[in-house]
């Protein structure tokens, strides 16, 4: 669903705005909104977006400036370029910023936006987040799901969506529910049964567990603040499958590049952890803390490749103010992280690959205090998984960059070239040759 760029852009262009609305903003209000390309009579711009939108968006920012607007058709969008712009939305009107735009394909995949991502702002999202930050993501439960397999994201993250047909959109994404219904309803069963199961054998205590048996096992507490149900026990599934599983991939995948093709900064994250790690182990939970250098790359990596370019469209619920200029209710607000986190103005040799700038800096986390730094997003709808993401992708890497030295293969350069998508993936996949490093085999096993 995140990877359906354009289409979540355009997909319900139409009917935002009534005829007299339209008439009234493009002879009255127009002057109050912000400048923009023109488009089209009837479609706007929508004839005029390319696939890869956030680098045409980061484009069209340097003629426009920090804050513009298109059309697409009557539905009016707003792209911001500026960490200031970021502040006033994510910071100072953050409430009345915090609604989601629902696209139709987005609807459809989370059984009607019950979900977390994609819920509107008020007390339904509010218990739902609530759930998951505090009971999923809880340290017990990451234990829990600790070395379990990846094997059922990884049969949903296999299928790809297919792109760019307004018309059969909403059809194919039913379709789409159908298959994933067919995975997650057997697995869900299954999970049900062994549940009762062990009821009768006394459920042991340290088991590990993966998410959906801690959903099975919350929706029958009465004390989590929220009626669980099937249906929404889904939806949070499909938030873990669609917003972690390719962010984090794709994420891994960009680090993997950026390093094959800075040997000279390889070695150091490689140095560091024969130090923290050492030859004769394998990296634990435990090492993450004292690799600051890889830390430090990987935040690299999400300033040069966020995931998620234009963080999730915003929406605000009432008529407001930004840069000086009115944005409307209703607007598809796009936060354009992209263009910040490679703005001249904001980084030294914003196009250089170098994660020093991160080693000594206090204030360059991911929790979204830093206007310049957004690779999460930040305020009331910052990303939701996010200790889950950094524990992930650092153990992955550590596991990966330890464990083997990489190269590519006979003849290959390094490929640094994006495709398009709403999570911002390699043009090519990355193909690259491990070879062992640690001493001891069995440390393999
Ligand atoms: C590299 C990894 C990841 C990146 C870069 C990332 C990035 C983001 C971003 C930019 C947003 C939108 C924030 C905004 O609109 O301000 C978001 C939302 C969200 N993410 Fe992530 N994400 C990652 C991994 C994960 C994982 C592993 C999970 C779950 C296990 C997850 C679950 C969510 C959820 C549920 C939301 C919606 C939050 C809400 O609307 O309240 N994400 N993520």
């Not at 127009?30 to 488009?39: F, Y």
């Not at 469209?313 to 796009?334: C, D, H, W």
């Not at 992280?337 to 904001?346: G, K, N, T, W």
Request: with cysteine; proline share 6%; glycine share 6%.
């Amino acid at each position: 669903m995140w990877g359906l760029v354009v289409n979540e852009v355009v997909e319900n262009y139409e009917h935002e705005l009534s005829p007299f609305q339209l008439w009234s903003y493009s002879h009255k209000e127009e002057s109050r909104l912000p400048p923009g390309p023109r488009g089209l009579p009837i479609v706007g711009f929508l004839p005029f977006l390319r696939p890869n939108l956030h680098h045409q968006l980061t484009e069209l920012s340097q003629q426009y400036g920090p804050i513009y607007k298109f059309w697409l058709g009557s539905r009016l969008c707003v792209v911001l370029n500026s960490p200031s712009l970021a502040k006033q939305v994510v910071c100072d009107q953050d409430s009345v910023f915090a609604n989601r735009d629902l696209p139709i394909a987005g609807l459809v995949a989370t059984y009607g936006g019950i979900d977390i991502a994609l819920s509107p702002y008020g007390s339904y999202w509010r218990d739902m987040r609530k759930l998951f930050v505090r009971e999923m993501l809880s340290n017990r439960n990451l234990e829990a799901c600790y070395s379990l397999g990846d094997t059922r994201s990884e049969r949903l993250s296999e299928m790809c969506i297919p792109r760019f047909d307004l018309q059969a959109l909403q059809k194919e994404m039913e379709a789409m529910l159908k298959l994933i219904d067919s995975i997650l309803d057997p697995l869900i069963n299954q999970c049900m049964k062994s549940l009762s199961d062990k009821r009768e054998v006394e459920i042991q205590r340290n088991e590990k567990k993966d998410f959906i048996q801690i959903l099975l096992e919350l929706m029958e507490q009465k004390d989590i603040g929220i009626s669980l149900d099937l249906m929404k026990i889904k939806a949070i599934v499909m938030d873990i499958m669609i917003g972690g599983t390719d962010t984090t991939i794709t994420t891994v995948e960009w680090v993997m590049v950026e390093l094959l093709n800075t040997p000279q900064i390889m070695a150091k994250v490689q140095q560091e952890l024969k130090d923290v790690v050492g030859v004769n182990n394998i990296v634990e939970e435990s090492h993450l803390p004292n690799l600051h250098y890889l830390d430090a790359v990987l935040k690299e990596t999400l300033r040069l490749h966020p995931a998620l370019p234009l963080l999730l469209p915003k929406r605000p619920s009432q008529s407001a103010i930004l840069g000086g200029y009115t944005i409307p209710e209703g607007t598809k607000v796009f936060l354009n992280a992209y263009a910040i986190q490679r703005d001249p103005q904001v980084w030294e040799s914003p196009l250089e690959f170098q994660p020093e700038r991160f080693l000594n800096s206090t204030n360059l986390e991911y929790a979204g205090n830093n206007m310049n730094y957004l690779p999460f997003g930040s305020g009331r709808r910052i990303c939701a998984g996010l200790p889950l993401a950094e524990k992930m992708l650092m153990f992955v890497l550590a596991s990966l960059l330890h464990s083997f030295d990489w190269k590519l293969p006979e003849g290959e350069n390094v490929d640094l070239s994006e495709g398009f998508g709403l999570v911002i993936k390699k043009n090519e996949r990355l193909l690259a040759i491990p070879a062992p490093r640690l001493s001891n085999f069995e440390l393999y096993q």
